[in-house]
Nanobody
Framework: QARLVQSGGGLVQPGGSLRLSCVTSGITFKIFTMKWYRQAPGKERELVANITDAGYTNYADSVQGRFTISRDNARNTVFLQMNSLKPEDTAIYYC?????????YGQGTQVTVSS
């Protein structure tokens, strides 16, 4: 059973930065692709970024150039650095791993971008 515990997030003004963290347990972290999703009110959950076991990254067009996903295999942790935040980035953010044919998510972290 994978367990994902998130931290970070909060309220920030437009143009500001936040960093999300997701500590995992119960899996051999270094062999898995890790993902960050987000879900805004009234919208479907969308994939924000992912990082493979080899460190290759992909981003949604809406965050490309502003967000950076990274991982620390020694700490079983994945990060999402969010810069130049916009009001439309307001959402609940979830880290994710797919293991044993199942999706596991963190508890979710609210990110609110507002002046």
């Amino acid at each position: 059973q994978a367990r994902l515990v998130q931290s970070g997030g909060g309220l920030v003004q437009p143009g500001g930065s936040l960093r999300l963290s997701c500590v995992t347990s119960g899996i051999t972290f270094k062999i898995f692709t890790m993902k960050w999703y987000r879900q805004a009110p009234g919208k479907e959950r969308e994939l924000v970024a992912n990082i493979t076991d080899a460190g290759y990254t992909n981003y949604a067009d809406s965050v490309q150039g502003r967000f950076t996903i990274s991982r620390d295999n020694a700490r079983n942790t994945v990060f999402l650095q969010m810069n130049s935040l916009k009001p439309e980035d307001t959402a609940i953010y979830y880290c994710n791993v797919r293991a044993w044919g199942r999706d596991f998510y963190g508890q979710g972290t609210q990110v609110t971008v507002s002046s």
